[in-house]
């Protein structure tokens, strides 16, 4: 069983990606979406949710999607045309850094994605090649709610704590019109669904060869979370425009 397809099962129940309750999603594009007919790119787009849900409640919306797994890609052209936004919806099969356009995007999202890029920083630096003057930019990322342990940061990577994170946003050129720091509730309900969608797919298939790797796979992944994690790590969304020269 390859990375993938833990992926796809472990989220199964959990099409976000990252910890974010539908409540806290529909929040943020409505934040980041005023007029309804933009043009949004999504760098690192997986399985395309945020894109799915922005299409279905704006039908004046076009969007792109960019993501290095050709599985991703395949279910949320499936998971598009299920909701008849097919038409409005163009996929590309490439390393997010790598992507080109010759029309700019009224918004960006890079959720839960800025690894691909080597941390916040550097995934702005790319969402803002692709921004259009006024534009608007979702970003999602890591910080620390409390000092990590090095074994903590071995685990995931190096992040900063929220403050440092918001100056350094600031820092690059960025103002914030909205944010959402995830609850305690949101991180742990996507913990406990993506461990338990794959230790309930490994139970439901015990004849299939993969079945003990995706349930000792479960297992030490709840142990990290708990044991190493889970009383340190936060995760922050960002609605950001550019800032002005001269402000």
Known sequence: MNREQISRIAHAGHPIKSPLDD??????????LPRGDERVL??????????????????????????????????????????????????????AAEFASAEPFDLVLSVGAAHAFGGLLPTLAAARKH????????????????TPSQETIDMLRD????????DRVA??????????????????AYEWACWGSLAAWALDHPADPDS??????AATRRSEWLRVYRD????????????PDGL
């Open 42 to 95: 999504d760098l690192g787009c997986g399985g395309g949710e945020w894109l799915l849900r922005a299409l279905e409640a704006r039908p004046g919306l076009r969007a792109e999607g960019v993501d290095v797994s050709e599985d991703a890609l395949t279910q949320a052209r499936e998971a598009a045309r299920e909701r008849g936004i097919e038409e409005r919806l163009t996929l590309h099969h490439r390393p």
């Open 171 to 188: 820092a690059d050129g960025w103002t914030p019109v909205h944010g959402h720091i995830s609850s305690r509730q949101e991180l742990d």
């Open 232 to 243: 340190t790590w936060g995760f922050l969304t960002l609605v950001l425009r550019p800032t």
């Open 212 to 217: 003990t790797q995706a349930l000792t796979t």
């Open 131 to 146: 921004l259009a003057p006024d534009g608007r930019v979702v970003i999602g990322d890591g910080f620390w709610e409390r």
């Open 159 to 166: 992040f900063a704590d929220l403050a440092t994170t918001m």
């Open 23 to 32: 409540a806290s999603v529909h929040q943020l594009l409505e934040c980041a």
